[in-house]
Nanobody
Framework: QVQVVESGGGLVQPGGSLRLSCAAS????????MNWYRQAPGKERELVAA???????TYADSVKGRFTISRGNAKNTVYLQMNSLKPEDTAVYYC??????????????WGQGTQVTVSS
């Protein structure tokens, strides 16, 4: 069993910053990738940022230069630093972990999501 938990969402004014955290725990042998997605009301879920083990981070065009995905010091943790936030960044943000479990199966696991609201 693997759990993925996000935290750090909230209400912020346009131009402000937030840092989201994602931690994966449980029966993990290795994590291949941890990605951030978001889903705004009435829209499909979209990939925001991706980080593979040993790979280069990739970003959606809409967040390039403003968002940064990085690994945390704690094992199996990833952050999403969001700067220069805009109202259109308002969404529920989800973390997705691609995991090799201790039974050597590859599965993806989603967190429950954290709300980010950008509004004055």
């Amino acid at each position: 069993q693997v759990q993925v938990v996000e935290s750090g969402g909230g209400l912020v004014q346009p131009g402000g910053s937030l840092r989201l955290s994602c931690a994966a725990s449980g029966s993990i042998f290795r994590i291949n990738a941890m990605n951030w997605y978001r889903q705004a009301p009435g829209k499909e879920r979209e990939l925001v940022a991706a980080l593979t083990t040993g790979g280069t981070p990739t970003y959606a065009d809409s967040v390039k230069g403003r968002f940064t995905i990085s690994r945390g010091n704690a094992k199996n943790t990833v952050y999403l630093q969001m700067n220069s936030l805009k109202p259109e960044d308002t969404a529920v943000y989800y973390c997705r972990a691609w995991v090799i479990t201790t039974s050597l199966k590859v599965n993806d696991y989603w967190g429950q999501g954290t709300q980010v609201t950008v509004s004055s």
